[in-house]
C-alpha cells in the first residue's frame, strides 16, 4: 500500500477498479464550499419552520394556548397536534411497523417531542415565537431504566396502542435453544458476562432538516431533506399524506454525513411538509444540534447477558445471548421486517461452533425513538462487540492468548458458504491471513513482551483484539424488505452520442465517494473513462427505485447493478461493433473500451465509436433498436460478508486512569476495493467513531427523563487529538456471488473498532482482576472498574 500514489483519472483510465488512489470527483466541489446541503436552498417567499419541544420524558396535555404566538408580527401559522389530528396527520409510520406523533395530542413521551410548530418568516420569529406558546402538561412518573419497563407497576407508556397494558415492545428469538443447552450442559468451561452497549447517537456534522415546496396548482410537492433513502421517503409520504407518489419530488441534496441517523422519516419533515401545504409558501425546516441529538435516531441501547461454552483447551463449542433492548418510546429502528433485531443473529462471529442460541425482549421507555444502524448493518455492531467481548473473557478464564484462541476457532476458508448455527450463510472469507497480517504489522509477540515488562513496573499497557465478520448488503427480498417495499436497487445506464455516460443509481452518498466509485465501476466494465461519466443520484425525479444508503449496502447491491447495467450496454455495443466490423459476434474480443477482430486486433471500434453509430445515421443489425442505453433491477442473492482483523494497543495513566490509545491496526477484507484511498477514508472514519463510543460516548439520562447528551459540551465527540495515526491494511477474499467480487466497507471500523479498543482496556486492567468493564471507558470507569467497584451504566 505504502506505493500507492494519488493520481488522476487519466492515469487510470485502462484500469479504473482497485488501481491507484484515485481521487474523489466530488471533492473539487467540496472542498471549496460549492456543495449544495439542504440548508443550502434558498426560495423565493420561502418560510422558517421552528419546533416546540416537551421539557418533560412524560407527560400529559391539558392545554395548548397559542394565541400568543399567533399574534407576533411576522408569524404566518402556529399548528399543534390537534390541528394535525383534525387532517389525520398526527401520526405516522415508522419504519418497522410501529408509530410514532408527528405532534402530540394525548401526552409527551420524550424529553424533546415534538409539540407544535411555528411558521415565520424568519427563523428567528419563529423561535421566538416558540416561547409564547403556552402548554399545560400533567407531569407522569416516566420509565427510564429498561430493566424497569416491564415491572408490573411501571406505567404505561403507549396507551395510544389498542389495548396495550405494559411497555412490551417485542420478543424475538434465533438459534437452537435445547442444542445450545446441551453443548453448554457438556462444556469443561462455561463463562457468563454482563455486557452493556450504551445508548449512542450517530450524531453526523449536519443536523436534519428539511424544504417543501407545495405547489397547489400543480398539486405538486417538491422536498429537499437530509434523507439516506429518498425513494422508501417518497413512497411513504404518498401512502401517509394520500399525495399521489408522481408528484412527490424527493431530493437529498449534499449531505453532510448520515451515519444511519437520516434513514427514519423524523417529524420535522412531515412539519415542514404540512406547512407548505397550509401557507402555500416554500418552508425550511433545520435542526440545531441540541434537537438532533435529544430527539433523532439514537443506537444501540442493548442489555445483553453473554455465555460462551468451551473446552478447556480452548475449542469454541457455544455461544448463547440474552437482550434487552431499549427501544424508546416509538420503535423508530428502521430493519427489515422480519428482522426485529436486525442482524443481531450474526453474534455468533467468526467461529466455528456447534450450537448458538439468543433471546431478546425489547422494551418501550421514555426515551427518545431509534435504534437505528448507526454506522451498523442492522445491529451488527452489537453482535460484534458482544462476541468479541466473550471470546476475550473466555481467553482470561483458560489463561490462553486471545489471538491464538481466536485462530484456533475460526471457520475455515475451505468452509464457506459457511452457515452459521443461526442460519446465516457466509458468502465467501479467509480468516487466518487477515489476522496474521493484522498481528505482524502489529509486531504482536514483541508488543506482548513490552507488555510484561512494563507491568513488572507496574505501568499500564494493554493489546486488544477483534476479529469481526459483518453482514452487509440488505438483501434478498425474498426475506428482506421494508414496510413492504423489497431491498433491490434500480440502476440506469446511458451512453450519449460523443462516448460520454451517465448512470442513475437509487442509492443516494452522505460523502463516502459515489460520484468517483459507481463512475470507477461502470468505467472498468465499459471502458469509458470514469470522468466522462456522471453520476447521478439523491432526486427521485431523476433516478430508478431503490431502497437507499444505509448498511453498507451500496456496494453490494448497487454496486453489483452499476455493474451489471454496464455490461447490458456493452452486450449491446458488441452486436452495434460486428456491424460496423463486419464479423460475427463470435469474431470479436472485447479489449477494455475496444472490440477488436480476433486475430487481427488492428481491426476495431472504440466504445465512442459504437456510441455514435448507435445514434447515428443508417441501419443497425437487425432487432437492433437505436441508442445505447439500459436499465437494470438488482437483487441480490446473498448478503456479503466482509472481515476484519483489528489490534489496538492501549496505555492507561494509574493516577488519572485516562485512557490513551497509543497504536491501532486494522486489517480489512471487502473483496475487491473499488477505490483503495476511499476504502482507507472509511476505516479511517469508522475507527475514529468506535474511539467515540469505546471512550467517550453516551447518550445518558437523569432519573427524570431529561436527556444529558444534548449537546457536544455533553455528548463528547473524538476529534484529532483523541485518534492515534491509524495503520492499515488489507486482504482480498471476492464475494463468490457479487459480479465484481466487491464487499460493503463502509461501516466495518465503526463496527470492529469498539471491541479492540475495551479488549485493550480490559487487558491493561487485568493486574488489577478486571474482566470486564462498560463503555464509554471515561477516567471515572476506569477508576471503578480499577477498585472493583462498577458503576450501573
Ligand atoms: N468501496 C470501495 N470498495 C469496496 C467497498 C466500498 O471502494 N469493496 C467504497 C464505495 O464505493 C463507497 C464507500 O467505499 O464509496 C462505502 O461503500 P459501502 O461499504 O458500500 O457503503 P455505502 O452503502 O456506500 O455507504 C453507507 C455507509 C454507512 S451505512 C455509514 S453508516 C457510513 C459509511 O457509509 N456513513 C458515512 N461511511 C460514511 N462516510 C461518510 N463520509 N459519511 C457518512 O455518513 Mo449506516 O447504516 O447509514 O448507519
Known amino acids: 500500500q505504502g506505493s500507492e500514489r494519488l493520481t488522476t483519472f487519466e492515469d487510470n483510465d485502462q484500469k479504473p477498479v482497485g488501481h491507484g488512489r484515485m481521487l474523489r470527483k466530488e471533492d473539487p466541489r467540496l472542498v471549496r464550499g460549492r456543495g449544495r446541503f439542504t440548508d443550502d436552498i434558498q426560495l423565493p417567499g420561502m418560510l422558517h419552520l421552528a419546533i416546540l419541544r416537551s421539557p418533560f420524558a412524560h407527560a400529559r396535555i391539558v392545554g395548548i394556548d397559542t394565541s400568543a404566538a399567533a399574534a407576533l408580527p411576522r408569524v404566518r401559522a402556529v399548528v399543534t397536534g390537534a390541528d394535525l389530528a383534525a387532517q389525520g396527520l398526527a401520526w405516522m409510520p415508522t419504519l418497522s411497523g410501529d408509530v410514532q406523533a408527528v405532534l402530540a395530542t394525548d401526552k409527551v413521551r420524550f424529553q424533546g417531542q415534538e409539540v407544535a410548530f411555528v411558521v415565520a418568516e424568519d427563523r428567528y420569529t419563529a423561535r421566538d415565537a416558540l416561547e409564547l406558546i403556552d402548554v399545560e402538561y400533567d407531569v407522569l412518573e ?13 406505567p404505561v407508556i403507549r396507551d395510544d396502542l389498542d389495548g396495550k397494558t405494559n411497555n412490551h415492545c417485542f420478543d424475538w428469538e434465533t438459534g437452537d435453544k435445547d442444542a445450545t443447552e446441551a453443548v453448554f450442559a457438556a462444556a469443561d468451561v462455561v463463562v457468563r458476562q454482563d455486557i452493556v452497549y450504551p445508548r449512542v447517537h450517530p450524531a453526523p456534522m449536519e443536523t436534519c432538516g428539511a424544504v417543501a415546496d407545495f405547489d397547489a396548482v400543480e ?13 422508501a421517503h417518497r413512497t411513504l409520504y404518498a401512502i401517509v399524506a394520500g399525495l399521489p407518489e408522481h408528484k412527490i419530488q424527493v431530493i437529498s441534496p449534499d449531505l453532510g454525513g448520515g451515519f444511519g441517523n437520516k434513514v427514519p422519516i423524523y417529524p420535522g419533515y412531515v412539519c415542514a411538509i404540512v406547512a407548505s401545504i397550509v401557507t402555500g409558501k416554500p418552508v425550511k425546516w433545520m435542526e440545531d444540534r441540541s434537537e438532533n441529538l435529544i430527539s433523532t435516531g439514537f443506537a444501540r441501547d442493548y442489555i445483553m447477558r453473554g455465555e460462551i461454552a468451551a473446552t478447556r483447551d480452548g475449542r469454541i463449542l457455544g455461544i448463547r445471548t440474552d437482550v434487552l433492548a431499549d427501544h ?9 421486517v422480519k428482522y426485529p433485531a436486525g442482524f443481531f443473529g450474526v453474534f455468533t462471529g467468526s ?3 456447534e450450537a448458538a442460541y439468543c433471546s431478546m425482549t425489547a422494551v418501550y421507555t421514555n426515551k427518545a425513538p431509534g435504534g437505528v444502524a448507526y454506522a451498523c448493518s442492522f445491529r451488527i455492531t452489537e ?11 473466555l481467553a482470561a478464564e483458560l489463561g490462553m492468548d486471545p489471538a491464538e484462541l481466536r485462530l484456533k476457532n475460526f471457520i475455515r476458508p475451505e468452509q464457506f458458504p459457511y452457515t452459521t448455527k443461526t442460519g446465516w450463510v457466509y458468502d465467501s472469507g479467509d480468516y487466518e491471513p487477515t489476522m496474521r497480517l493484522a498481528m505482524d504489522l502489529a509486531g504482536y509477540a514483541e508488543l506482548r513482551k513490552e507488555q510484561e515488562a512494563k507491568r513488572a513496573n507496574g505501568e499500564l499497557m494493554g493489546i486488544g483484539i477483534a476479529f469481526f465478520t459483518e453482514a452487509v448488503g440488505a438483501g434478498p427480498r425474498k426475506d428482506m424488505d421494508i414496510l413492504g417495499l423489497g431491498m433491490a436497487d434500480g440502476c440506469e445506464l446511458r451512453v450519449h452520442p460523443t462516448g460520454k455516460a451517465v448512470v442513475r443509481l437509487s442509492v443516494q452518498s452522505q460523502g463516502q465517494g459515489h460520484e468517483t466509485t459507481f463512475a470507477q465501476i461502470v468505467a472498468e466494465e465499459i471502458g469509458i473513462p470514469p470522468a466522462d461519466i456522471d453520476v447521478v443520484h439523491g432526486d427521485t425525479d431523476n433516478t430508478p427505485f431503490g431502497l437507499g444508503t444505509y448498511g453498507s449496502r451500496s456496494t453490494p447491491v448497487s454496486g453489483a447493478a452499476a455493474a451489471l447495467v454496464a455490461r447490458k450496454v456493452r452486450d449491446k455495443a458488441r452486436l452495434i461493433a460486428s456491424a460496423m466490423l463486419e464479423v460475427s459476434v463470435a469474431d470479436l474480443d472485447w479489449e477494455k473500451g475496444r472490440f477488436q477482430v480476433k486475430g487481427d486486433p488492428g481491426k476495431s471500434v472504440t466504445i465512442q465509436d459504437i456510441a455514435m453509430r448507435a445514434h447515428g445515421a443508417g441501419d443497425l443489425p437487425d432487432g437492433v433498436e437505436g441508442g445505447l442505453e439500459a436499465q437494470i433491477c438488482y437483487n441480490p442473492s446473498n448478503l456479503t460478508y466482509p472481515h476484519g482483523a ?8 494509574p493516577g488519572t486512569c485516562e485512557v490513551k490509545v497509543r497504536r491501532f491496526i486494522a486489517v480489512d477484507d471487502c473483496g475487491t476495493r473499488i477505490n483503495p484511498m ?4 472509511q476505516v479511517h472514519g469508522g475507527l475514529t467513531d468506535g474511539v467515540g463510543m469505546a471512550l467517550m460516548e453516551m447518550i445518558a439520562f437523569d432519573e427524570d427523563g431529561n436527556c444529558l447528551g444534548a449537546s457536544l459540551m455533553d455528548y463528547l465527540i473524538p476529534t484529532a487529538l483523541e485518534v492515534p495515526d491509524w495503520e492499515t491494511g488489507f486482504t482480498v477474499t471476492p464475494s463468490p456471488h457479487h459480479p465484481i467480487g466487491a464487499k460493503g466497507v463502509g461501516e466495518s471500523a465503526t463496527v470492529g473498532s469498539p471491541p479492540a479498543i475495551v479488549n485493550a482496556v480490559v487487558d491493561a486492567l487485568a493486574p488489577y482482576g478486571v474482566r470486564h468493564a462498560d463503555m464509554p471507558l471515561t477516567p471515572s470507569r476506569v477508576w471503578d472498574a480499577m477498585r472493583g467497584a462498577p458503576r450501573p451504566p
Open 142 to 154: 416516566p420509565v427510564i431504566d429498561a430493566r424497569r419497563a416491564l415491572a408490573p407497576d411501571a
Open 219 to 231: 398539486g405538486r410537492l417538491k422536498l429537499w431533506s437530509t434523507t439516506q433513502a429518498p425513494h
Open 328 to 336: 424508546g418510546a416509538f420503535n423508530g429502528t428502521a430493519a427489515p
Open 351 to 353: 467461529y466455528d461452533i
Open 383 to 393: 453482535a460484534v462487540y458482544l462476541v468479541e467481548r466473550i471470546v476475550d473473557c
Open 646 to 653: 483489528y489490534i489496538c494497543v492501549v496505555d492507561i495513566d
Open 678 to 681: 476511499i476504502i482507507e477514508g
